[in-house]
């Protein structure tokens, strides 16, 4: 098993109260893995994330464990990550074109990184440049500064800059956000490249873009208002969705062929509960269309299938 988070509790320190914004969050991400992770703004995907790899102030951890190939990672210690960070768990961040120190050139700055972590960067050169065939770019871009390259071939450098030392898992976060159409199925590709290639052993891929994940991703996390609500296969999710708020999120997709005049799209109605004082029980009772008098009270996220998990008393026997 690659990764196996259970009960992780995250909350944000502000002057008026915490912000419970990763509450309880239990999954796993199997080898050779991608497993995407979905859900609207602010609901907690790129918290769940940074937790894993990087959680500074005014990020608190409350509770829970994060276990990569059989070791408890020290989550809560920003100074016992470094030995993790890069190695065994890396991440191309949100902003990766923003990345790059924008006065280095990129192959000293690949050689500073790699010295870091104790690692000659001459003898690992080949292994670089066969990295950069990988994603499409000339070598040259190693005697270049970042504000030479397009955005494209930016994000493409940051992925190579995450994967040099294979690790573990790799999180992706919203790597395509900001690319155009023909840009975002290229990065797409090349990411699964990478894990067949052995650059890394499994992937969390975050993004709005529930189309891209059904190409790529084998599962689908979906998250509301900082808990998980749904959990299976990347066809499940797209074909059988069994929560109220997997349902809403896909039927609100486009449909190819189909005219706004005849079907109109349709969006979620409310809004997103705040954080500092969240709902009792289900978080998601307000807007649900289908909400009865148990979901004030939290419901478990349960397996109701093989390998499909759902947060929701409805879809519990006997509720």
């Not at 010295?115 to 001459?122: F, G, L, S, T, V």
């Amino acid at each position: 098993m690659t990764l196996k988070v259970e009960n992780l509790t995250v909350y944000y320190q502000t002057i008026r109260g915490d912000v419970r914004a990763l509450e309880d969050v239990t999954f796993d991400v199997q080898p050779g893995e991608i497993m995407g992770l979905a859900g609207e703004s602010g609901c907690g995907k790129t918290t769940l994330c940074q937790s894993l790899i990087f959680l500074t102030p005014p990020m608190k951890y409350i509770k829970g464990k994060v276990v990569l190939n059989g070791i408890e990672l020290p989550v809560w210690d920003t100074e016992k990550m470094n030995k993790f960070r890069f190695r065994d768990i890396s991440i191309i961040p949100q902003y990766a074109m923003n990345a790059m120190n924008p006065i280095r050139k990129i192959g000293p700055m690949t050689r500073e990184l790699l010295e870091a972590k104790d690692i000659n960067y001459h003898s690992n050169l080949a292994e670089i440049k066969h990295r950069l065939d990988l994603v499409n770019l000339p070598h040259d871009v190693l005697d270049m500064y970042p504000i030479e390259l397009s955005g494209g071939m930016k994000q493409r450098m940051v992925m190579v800059l995450s994967t040099l030392l294979n690790p573990s898992l790799l999180i992706a976060d919203e790597i395509t956000s900001a690319l155009d159409v023909a840009s975002q199925k290229a990065v797409a590709e090349m990411l699964v490249d990478f894990l067949q290639e052995g650059c890394c052993s499994s992937v969390i891929f975050i993004t709005h873009d529930i189309s891209i994940l059904y190409q790529i991703a084998n599962t689908i996390l979906i998250m509301y208002a900082g808990c998980l609500v749904e959990k299976a296969s990347t066809e499940t999710i797209i074909h059988s969705p069994r929560h109220p708020y997997t349902k809403l999120l896909i039927s609100s997709l486009p449909k190819i062929g189909a005219r706004y005049s005849e079907k109109k799209l349709k969006g979620i109605p409310g809004q997103p509960p705040i954080l500092l004082d969240p709902p009792v029980g289900c978080r998601f009772r307000d807007r649900c269309p289908v909400a009865f008098e148990k979901c004030v009270e939290v419901p478990p996220f349960m397996e109701i299938a093989p390998d499909h998990l759902v947060a929701c008393w409805r879809e519990v026997p006997h509720a």
